[in-house]
């Protein structure tokens, strides 16, 4: 692979470069020793009232050096690394070609959405005065800032969550209540939990039960072996540390906080990373292949214009393989606003115009074609992609 190849000649770099070190302090060792004998030799005449010729020490030391040659003892190591350099940047020019203009389409962007995007990216990393300032400088709207004031909320709660303080979180948390039940999120369980085994940490035993009742319970009937793990924290008052849920108790709360990001950023319908930070580190990995194609193609330039898919396959890590629409895989059509994604009461999907077929129009029952279940088509549900 390339990437071998360029470390490989990265790592015979360093080894040249430390050698070259190595030779500069044993030639620096050399003339200091060669120094310090002059010094000694002046000094040693002065103190026994000797008389010395200090040109005949400076001549010596001169000797001593046109001797040793530490130049000539560096120019050897010097040119090797040297050599090595002149290579590695030879090999990184050939594997990471800067000339990614190739690749480059005329496309016409809409540039308000845009500008939207890049503003996003910024408050996603809480750069909030450079999201304020850019959308300034491209003379959005104020309107274009709508987003900055979520995320300002979600980033005030992860500062508290990561100082162990739950309070903003499980305010937050009770507000969407309901929106993260219909999603099947089990965040406020966790805050819950987590609040309880701070409780437990302080000593507060009775504290903790009345928290577990009131709190705790409400879960039981849905997520009673989650509950039952929380609970058992409390026999190891004192002692949390050998507690066997060890995920539950840890001082580290990166778990939780990357969790929390991840339920506030959905219920605001974004991702969460950024959509700009996404673009690009797919864009990295679906570069290169890209190139060399078009390395190969070389003069054939406006054929790669209006193609209208990649003339290659271009494989991404699975962290990028997202299900933006949904084809049916009874009628194989990609679902639309008029014919969206159906869940029926076995858990597979079909597009509504073919449950509709199937069904007759809704005037009969009938076995999905996965299973054998009998599908209601009044029980269907709509999927949102």
């Not at 190595?22 to 004998?37: A, C, G």
């Not at 580290?252 to 929390?260: K, S, V």
């Not at 930070?277 to 290169?288: D, I, M, R």
Request: include cysteine; glycine fraction near 2%.
């Amino acid at each position: 692979m390339e990437l071998n190849s360029i470390k490989d000649a990265f790592d015979r770099v360093t080894k040249k470069q430390k050698l070259y070190s190595s030779k500069i302090e044993e030639v620096i060792d050399q003339i200091s020793q060669e120094i310090e004998k002059a010094l000694d030799n002046i000094q040693s005449a002065s103190s026994s009232d000797s008389v010395i010729d200090h040109r005949s020490v400076l001549s010596e030391l001169h000797t001593s050096f046109h001797n040793a040659a530490p130049l000539t003892q560096l120019e050897g190591p010097q040119k090797e690394l040297n050599v090595g350099l002149t290579k590695y940047v030879k090999i990184l020019e050939k594997s990471c070609n800067p000339d990614i203009s190739k690749a480059y389409r005329n496309f016409d962007f809409d540039i308000h959405t845009l500008n939207q995007i890049i503003a996003s990216h910024f408050y996603h990393q809480a750069l909030f005065d450079i999201g304020d300032q850019f959308i300034r400088d491209a003379r959005e709207s104020e309107a274009a800032a709508v987003m900055k004031s979520p995320f300002q909320q979600m980033f005030q709660i992860l500062e508290a969550i990561w100082y162990h303080d739950l309070r903003p979180a499980l305010n937050w948390a009770n507000t969407v209540s309901d929106k993260l039940s219909q999603r099947g999120s089990t965040l406020l369980l966790k805050l819950h939990a987590m609040e309880f085994v701070e409780i437990v940490r302080r000593g507060n035993t009775n504290e903790a039960l009345d928290y577990a009742r009131a709190k705790l319970a409400p879960f039981a009937s849905t997520h009673m072996d989650d509950v039952q793990k929380v609970m058992v924290c409390i026999l190891w008052s004192g002692k949390l540390d050998r507690c066997p849920y060890i995920h539950l108790v840890s001082p580290n709360w990166n778990w939780l906080y990357e969790d929390f990001k991840k339920e506030f950023c959905n219920l605001l319908d974004q991702s969460y990373k950024s959509s700009l930070s996404t673009t690009v580190e797919a864009g990295v990995q679906a570069l290169p292949p890209l190139l060399k194609f078009l390395n190969v193609m070389e003069g054939k330039r406006q054929e790669w214009q209006t193609m209208t898919e990649l003339p290659i396959p271009v494989e991404l890590d699975s962290k990028f393989h997202f299900h933006s629409i949904f084809i049916c895989p009874v009628s194989k059509e990609p679902s639309t606003e008029d014919n969206p994604p159906l869940l029926m009461s076995c858990g597979h999907v079909l597009c509504k115009q073919s449950i509709a077929k199937m069904s007759k129009n809704s005037t009969k029952s009938f076995k999905c074609p996965y299973c054998p279940s009998d599908i209601d088509a009044a029980q269907c549900m709509q999927l949102y992609f």
